[in-house]
């Protein structure tokens, strides 16, 4: 199945009467999480173990403070876009307090947002470098739960952690060409718009961005001994 090919989710179509059920709750309950989605940024992903699986990754942000935001990503910005993964992003200064085996599985900024890949559609492009000129600086740790790029019509499996790109010549031009298109975005453009900023003070963190090789998610079974808790649980009577 082709990369770009949006495979269908099974099941029936959504019904009147979950629509109104929807209807109902939407104006009753509030959403106080979702609400605080502030921010539409678009990028791309690889599998942190494959660079040629590649995918565009559409991430609907809100700021916990000053220094950490997290994210929706889904596949697309429609309506019907599927939920497929998340991201937190911090700032240097969180990201130097991390563990050192930590610190692996966080990626940098820098050239997402320096190359013109890592833009927020619509935004008039003087507030949209304001805002990218410290995301250029932060890290980001993020998992994808549905490989769409497989044609999966569920999200199945474990799941992956994926990287961001660090230099020219790792994203297929093709899946840049085709999303610039969509959203009416140059990023070749914003590229050279981009070029006065600068990324983390101390410098790309070695540590980051895998430490330069490939890491997998795999599911490993471990043994559970029979009325026994592991080490690390907390025992509760009633």
């Known amino acids: 199945m082709s ?25 009753i309950q509030a959403f106080a999480p979702v609400n605080k989605i502030h921010q539409h940024l678009c990028a791309f992903h690889f599998y942190s173990h494959d660079m040629t699986r590649q995918v565009e990754a559409h991430h609907f942000c809100g700021h916990q403070n000053e220094e950490m935001r997290q994210c929706l990503i889904y596949d697309s ?25 930590e610190k692996r599985l966080w990626h940098s900024h820098e050239y ?11 935004i008039p492009g003087p507030i949209e470098r304001r805002d990218l000129e410290s995301v250029c600086k932060t890290y ?14 569920l999200p199945l499996g474990v799941p992956q952690l994926m990287m961001a790109f660090t230099r020219d010549g790792q994203v297929y031009k093709e899946l840049v060409q085709n999303c610039g298109k969509r959203l009416g975005v140059d990023h070749e453009k ?48 009633v």
Request: hydrophobic share 30%.
């Open 190 to 237: 914003e590229r050279m718009n981009r070029e006065y900023m600068k990324g983390p003070e101390h410098g790309i963190d070695p540590l980051a961005n895998g430490g330069g090789k490939g890491l997998k998610t795999v599911l490993r079974e471990v043994h559970l001994p029979k009325n026994q808790p592991p080490s690390s649980a907390t025992r509760v009577f």
């Open 77 to 101: 910005p429609e309506a019907n876009a599927r939920l497929i993964g998340l991201e937190y992003i911090v700032s240097e200064n969180l990201f130097m307090t991390l563990p050192d085996e």
């Open 140 to 153: 980001g740790k993020v998992y994808h739960f549905w490989q769409v790029d497989k044609g999966d019509c």
């Open 3 to 27: 990369k770009n090919s949006k495979s269908k989710v099974p099941g029936e179509p959504t019904g009147s009467g979950t629509s109104l059920l929807e209807t109902a709750t939407a104006a």
């Open 112 to 122: 997402e947002v320096k190359s013109g890949l890592l833009v927020t559609p619509g």
